[in-house]
Every structure is written in structure tokens, then in C-alpha cells.
């Protein structure tokens, strides 16, 4: 009997000690075969054409060009592309946006050994792995939920101007008032207001909800651009 291919993996994390830490737990799993680290979404574009791997391992918050972005400029040249997203958070949300970009699975980054191998061969073999937890028909009922508030956030995003959509991006990448501030030009009381004025438009309540709200709009904004 023909002795099996190992399934051949790029990571992509911007932190070099997360990309180690993966590649010590797959190094010796012998049906894995890691070809290439690269630390950003651009690296990764470029090393896809050079190494086609059959599955790739993608932070969805790379600076620059987030996993997001990646996955969607990969996917113009090579439909088939197989990626696995990995995160800090695995909520329902980041579940659907890894989906919306074309990702065929998600794991949190705190994610065991065997579930990492175990996601891996799955997305490996066609299927989509979002967690013990989410068969086929939950992650269809996901998808028809948050397609719907979308649908609703698309609406607001239509009450701001251009520089409240600027705001909204530098606090989606967690930059601070005073940043902000040094990027516009201006006093950090002037983002202030910019800030208080988005929330009052948005009638949001407390500053965690106007972040939680800008990570949102990011994320939305990358996947429903052409």
C-alpha cells in the first residue's frame, strides 16, 4: 500500500513565539508537514503561489492585511484555498466572519494539541470545523442569524461620514485618543468629541460597546469590499 502524502501547512501569526509554540506541537505529528512561517498577510499571499500548501493556518488580526483580507486576495487566484483561522476570541461573530471570508474552520488560539490536529484534517478533507460544539446544521443557523445583523449593522454604518469611519477604524486596531489624535492632526479633546458624536448617532451607551461595535464595522467593511 502507497504510504500517505503528510498534509503540507503554512502558519501565519505576526508573533514569532506563537508560530514556534505551533510548530512544536505539530513537528512530530507525522501526518502534518509545516513548509513555510511567514508573519504577515502579505508574506503569506506571496509564499501561497511559490509553496501551494494544502492547508494554511491564519491569525484573523494580522496588522496590515488582516486574515480576512488574506484569505479574500488568496482566494481571487486559488478557489480551493484551505484555511484554518486562528483567534483570541471564538464567538459566534468571529465564527461568521472567518465563514464570510471564505475560511473553512476557526479555533481560539488556546485551542489543545488534538483539537488543533483534528481541525487540520478536517478542513484538510473538505470539511468546515468550528469547534466541537458546532456541527454542520448549527454552523447553517449561525450563518442565517448573523447574515440578518449584518444586514442591520450595514444600516447604521450608513448614518456616519468619512470621519467618523476613520474614528472607527484606528479604534477597531485599538489605537488610543491620543493616537488618534497624532494621526489626524489634531487635540485628543477634538477625537473626544468625534467619539462622543458616533456614539450619540449610533445611540451607543459605554466606550466597550463602541469598541466592540468599531472591531464590527472593520471586520465587515474587509469583507464586503471588492
Known sequence: MAESKPIRIIIADDHKLFRSGIISLLE?????????????GKD??????????????????????????TIKAIKKNHEDVKALMLSMYDSDEYVFYALKSGAKGLLSKNTMKGELIHAIKNVYSGKRYFGVTLNEEKIIELENK??????????????????????LEYISKGMTSQEIADQFKVSKKTVAYYRSRIMLRLQIKTLPELISYAVRYSMINKLFEE
Open 28 to 40: 512530530d505529528v507525522e501526518e502534518i508537514l509545516i513548509v513555510s512561517e511567514v508573519e504577515t
Open 146 to 167: 448573523y447574515r440578518s445583523l449584518v444586514s442591520t449593522d450595514l444600516e447604521s454604518f450608513n448614518q456616519l461620514n468619512m470621519k467618523d469611519r476613520n474614528i
Open 44 to 69: 503569506l499571499i506571496d509564499k501561497y503561489s511559490e509553496v501551494n500548501p494544502d492547508v494554511i493556518l491564519v491569525d484573523i488580526s494580522m496588522p496590515g492585511i488582516n486574515g480576512i483580507e
